[in-house]
T-cell receptor, first 115, second 119 residues
């Protein structure tokens, strides 16, 4: 089975531009998590969904960030307008609803650089 | 609030040495799960092991073993006979669970320990 698929793997953009990161869940999984990794703050949970419904978005930094799950297998994380401090690796992860123990399966990450 | 602390920022060993990575956690919940993840230089996060709060039995899986002690809120991870390919950043993580033992899925990660294994 294919794992969690993220795109793009690398993105370099200029301050003020809109950035859209994409994630395809593992088939059969119905919980979706967006994490951000930086040297200063480590791995932080931004938002997570169960069955397409956002459950906890308390980690979303500010209104410039938004996440959607338009269907059961796909999610986007949008930053508009982007700022240099948004530079980080953004990870998407999924897990099956039936997964009692809760280990997450991560994508390979999207490395964002905002100049 | 949950918190995971990995006091060791970096560890350097020579191949074939055993190495233990420390993890201490804080949670108010009585039911929770603990995990170790590995992040090799390629950048992906790879799930290694998990342990639930109501099972303190320690286990060995190949070269990996873990020591879960609820009394000291510690979940240490040992690699026996380390290899160069073990060089990576290792993350300890915590997930709270409901009364039925089902994890909420939201992981709180420690800051990570950089392990370098020299040939």
């Amino acid at each position: 089975d294919a794992g969690v698929i993220q795109s793009p793997r690398h993105e370099v953009t200029e301050m003020g531009q809109e950035v859209t990161l994409r994630c395809k869940l593992i088939s059969g999984h119905n919980s979706l998590f967006w994490y951000r990794q930086t040297m200063m703050r480590g791995l932080e949970l931004l938002i997570y969904f169960n069955n397409n419904v956002p459950i906890d978005d308390s980690g979303m930094p500010e209104d410039r960030f938004s996440a959607k799950m338009p269907n059961a297998s796909f999610s986007t994380l949008k930053i508009q307008p982007s700022e240099p401090r948004d530079s980080a690796v953004y990870f998407c992860a999924s897990r099956p609803h039936s997964g009692v123990a809760g280990e997450l399966f991560f994508g390979e990450g999207s490395r964002l650089t905002v100049l | 609030a949950q918190k995971v602390t990995q006091a060791q920022t970096e560890i350097s060993v020579v191949e074939k040495e055993d190495v233990t990575l420390d993890c201490v956690y804080e949670t108010r919940d009585t039911t929770y799960y603990l995990f170790w993840y590995k992040q090799p230089p390629s950048g992906e996060l790879v799930f290694l092991i998990r342990r639930n709060s109501f099972d303190e039995q320690n286990e060995i899986s190949g070269r990996y073993s873990w020591n879960f002690q609820k009394s000291t809120s510690s979940f240490n991870f040992t690699i026996t006979a380390s290899q160069v390919v073990d060089s990576a950043v290792y993350f300890c993580a915590l997930s709270e669970a409901d009364a039925g033992g089902t994890s909420y899925g939201k992981l709180t990660f420690g800051q990570g320990t950089i392990l370098t294994v020299h040939p």
